[in-house]
């Protein structure tokens, strides 16, 4: 509802604004005709701010969601569509993290900060890269190397050789 009234006394607006508060949006004070847009903009912006104060929202599952800043930056991701993480050499860099579909972020965690925040699906193959084992298309148990669904080729680090090979071959 929007109020427009050629009535001079204001106590006749002020009763309908009382009676008809929730219905009412916007109370446009004569004369408006010189400002019309901006009067328009002013309802519209009044209107949708009520109706998002109105809805109920649920915030981010952080089991579902990890919440990757960089600089100004925050990126909500499935912990899912992550595919590849690989970080600089200490002090040489960002850290990398490549989607499933390529989409290459940075941000300023170290590898060891990003696996702390991620599900334990996420397996450190070498001092620099570690994998969403949900990912892996091909283990190479010979050359210690596998493929991810996106193409990437990893070598696995051999620290890390053993306790992969036990995660993915069930023993």
């Not at 579909?101 to 965690?109: D, F, G, T, W, Y």
């Not at 990912?135 to 193409?151: A, M, P, T, V, Y």
Request: glycine share 6%; aromatic share 12%; hydrophobic share 35%.
């Amino acid at each position: 509802v929007i109020i427009v009234t050629a009535n001079t006394e204001y106590e006749y607006a002020k009763k309908l604004l009382n009676d008809h508060n929730e219905e009412v949006i916007y109370m446009l004070n004569k004369p408006f005709w010189s400002s019309w847009i901006q009067h328009c903009n002013n309802i519209i912006e009044l209107l949708l701010v009520r109706t998002q104060e109105e809805r109920e929202y649920e915030q981010p599952n952080p089991d579902r969601f990890v919440n990757i800043q960089f600089g100004r930056k925050s990126f909500l991701i499935d912990p899912g569509e992550i595919v590849y993480i690989q970080t600089g050499k200490k002090g040489k860099g960002k850290t990398k993290i490549t989607l499933k579909s390529n989409v290459e972020l940075n941000c300023s965690l170290s590898l060891t900060q990003m696996l702390q925040n991620l599900p334990p699906f996420f397996f450190q193959i070498n001092r620099f890269e570690a994998i969403n084992l949900y990912c892996i298309s091909l283990i190479d148990h010979g050359n210690r190397e596998l493929i991810l669904q996106n193409g990437q080729y990893c070598s696995i680090g051999s620290a890390f050789y053993d306790q992969f090979s036990k995660i993915t071959r069930g023993k």
